[in-house]
C-alpha cells in the first residue's frame, strides 16, 4: 500500500514538475510582460519555437527577426518553448540592462545552456556579479588604449593581405567571384586575436586556423538543430549523448586541444604576443 501511494505521489510531483515548467512559470513571467504594457505574443509550450525553426530551415532567420521588430518594435516579449524572452533593441534600454542596471540582470538559463555547450561554465560570458567582474579585471589591461593602439598597425596589415587575396582572385577569374564570407571572416577574426594575443607564429599556422574553424562551425550547426528541435530546452535530453552531443563535445575537446597547445608554445617562449598587456 505505502508502496503504491509513494509511487502515486512521484508520478504527480513529477507531471506537476512538467505542468509548471512548461506552462505555468512562462505564462506568469508572460503575463507580468502583458500587465506592464509590454507587446508580444505568446504560444503555450512550444511558443514562437516553430516559426524560428522554419525560419532557420528556409535560411531566412535574419529575415524573421527583423520582421518581428518591425511589427512589435523595439521592445517586446515572446519565448522559445518554456523560456520567456524579453528582447529589446533600444540603445537607451540596452545600456540600461549591460551597464547602469547590470547588477539586476543575470544570464538565462538558455543562453547559459547554449553557451556552456561550447565553452563551459566557467568563463567571463557566463560569470556572474563578483566573479564576472574579477575576471574582467583580469583583462581590462589589454583593452586599454595603448594597448589597443600597439594593435592596430598588425588588424590593419592582417586586413590588407586578405583584401589583396580576394581582389588577385577576382583580377585571375572572367566570372564572379564567389565567396564564403562567414568562412573568409572567421579566418579573418582568427588572424586578428591570434595574431595580436598570441603571436604572428601562430597566426601563421594554417592548421589550427582549419581545426578552430571546423570545430566551431560543425559545433554551431548541431547547436542549432538542438535548439529547433527542442533538445537543448529540456534539461535532461541535453546532458545525454544524443543528437548530436557527441560532435559537440568532440569538437569542444578539439578547440580545448588548441588552446592548450598554444599556451604551452607561450610558457616556452617559442611565442610573443603583438598586444602590448598581454604576458
Not at 42 to 53: A, K, N, S
Not at 65 to 73: A, D, N, P
Not at 240 to 260: A, E, H, M, V
Request: net charge positive.
Amino acid at each position: 500500500m505505502w508502496l503504491t501511494i509513494s509511487f502515486y505521489t512521484l508520478l504527480f510531483y513529477v507531471i506537476y514538475r512538467l505542468i509548471k515548467f512548461w506552462i505555468i512559470h512562462p505564462w506568469l513571467v508572460q503575463r507580468d510582460f502583458s500587465n506592464q504594457g509590454i507587446p508580444g505574443h505568446y504560444t503555450p509550450i512550444v511558443g514562437d519555437i516553430l516559426d524560428r525553426r522554419r525560419a532557420f530551415l528556409a535560411d531566412e532567420l535574419l529575415n524573421y527577426i527583423e520582421e518581428t521588430s518591425v511589427k512589435l518594435g523595439d521592445y517586446y516579449h515572446t519565448s522559445l518553448g518554456p523560456f520567456p524572452c524579453l528582447t529589446i533593441s533600444d540603445p537607451a534600454l540596452v545600456e540600461s540592462v549591460l551597464k547602469t542596471n547590470s547588477r539586476s540582470y543575470h544570464k538565462a538559463q538558455l543562453a547559459r545552456a547554449i553557451v556552456s555547450t561550447i565553452l563551459g561554465y566557467e568563463n567571463v560570458l557566463l560569470a556572474e556579479d563578483e566573479n564576472h567582474t574579477r575576471r574582467r579585471r583580469l583583462l581590462n589591461p589589454v583593452f586599454q588604449h595603448q594597448n589597443i593602439n600597439s594593435m592596430i598597425s598588425l588588424m590593419v596589415d592582417i586586413t590588407s593581405k586578405f583584401s589583396t587575396k580576394w581582389r588577385i582572385k577576382t583580377d585571375e577569374q572572367t566570372y564572379p567571384l564567389i565567396c564564403d564570407i562567414s568562412k573568409e571572416m572567421s579566418n579573418l577574426t582568427l588572424d586578428i586575436i591570434t595574431g595580436c594575443v598570441f603571436g604572428v607564429e601562430v597566426m601563421n599556422d594554417k592548421s589550427i586556423h582549419e581545426t578552430i574553424y571546423k570545430s566551431l562551425k560543425i559545433a554551431l550547426d548541431e547547436i542549432e538543430k538542438r535548439i529547433y528541435n527542442l533538445i537543448i530546452l529540456i534539461p535532461i535530453l541535453n546532458q545525454l549523448p544524443i543528437f548530436g552531443k557527441r560532435t559537440i563535445d568532440k569538437c569542444r575537446q578539439d578547440i580545448k586541444n588548441i588552446t592548450l597547445q598554444v599556451i604551452n608554445q607561450r610558457k616556452q617562449g617559442l611565442t610573443k604576443a603583438t598586444c602590448k598587456g598581454v604576458l
